[in-house]
């Protein structure tokens, strides 16, 4: 802002995709809406009433790092058993990697990834099946826990998971309903990003033009 005598926000990419979603995308027109990412990590935004809800000097809505398992294993972090060590793309990456090699699975040619579990699960295959139920069943856990805290309108899914098919959601929305106070989740609807790559850049401009904090 000094160099350039413009006005300057700063935001991280899951809160401009998030609050991109928020303001015209899957979100739109509610006024409560939570936004995960789930990929390599699970990043979090939170918009109420139309602005972004950071926490006291931005510190804080690190949707991804709340603890999950108790003395669970250790996350990038720093800490044990955060959502995001369980219930990443990584996460069930590697645990079907480590479960096919114990059994003695091979994917010649092949990298594995959430694409190919996602077709090997499309296809009836077992391992896939397991590890993908166990993943919804992580990230069900931790969607819960977000809906007990702010009984959002609309819960928006991004990452490449996201875009697997209708299934996905499905099943991750019927983990966090099941164990989500019932009271809490009556209002809360759990979809798909819809924006794509353009969520973060039109989040970033709805900062420009006043839609959210100042």
């Not at 972090?77 to 699975?105: D, M, N, P, Q, W």
């Not at 991004?158 to 099943?171: C, N, P, Q, T, V």
């Amino acid at each position: 802002q000094a160099a350039t005598g413009l006005p300057v926000r700063v935001l991280n990419d899951v809160h401009a995709h998030g609050l991109g979603e928020a303001t015209l995308g899957a979100g739109r027109p509610y006024r409560a809406v939570l936004s995960i990412a789930v990929g390599t990590g699970i990043g979090g935004a939170v918009v109420i009433g139309g602005k972004l809800f950071n926490g006291f000097a931005n510190r804080g809505t690190e949707l991804g790092h709340v603890p999950l398992i108790a003395n669970g294993e250790p996350c990038a972090c720093g800490s044990v058993g955060c959502l995001e060590h369980y219930a990443s793309t990584s996460a069930l990456v590697r645990r079907f990697s480590k479960r096919a090699a114990e059994a003695g699975i091979s994917f010649p040619g092949e990298e594995i990834n959430g694409e190919l579990i996602v077709r090997l699960y499309k296809e009836g295959d077992k391992l896939a099946t397991e590890c993908l139920d166990e993943h919804c069943d992580f990230l069900g856990h931790g969607i819960a826990g977000f809906i007990n805290i702010f009984s959002p309108q609309r819960i928006v899914i991004g990452g490449g998971l996201s875009e697997a098919g209708d299934f996905y959601i499905r099943k991750v929305s019927e983990k966090a309903h099941r164990y989500a106070i019932a009271d809490c989740a009556v209002n809360t609807q759990i979809m798909a990003a819809s924006l794509g790559n353009k969520a973060g850049s039109i989040g970033a401009a709805s900062l420009v033009f006043s839609l959210n904090t100042k």
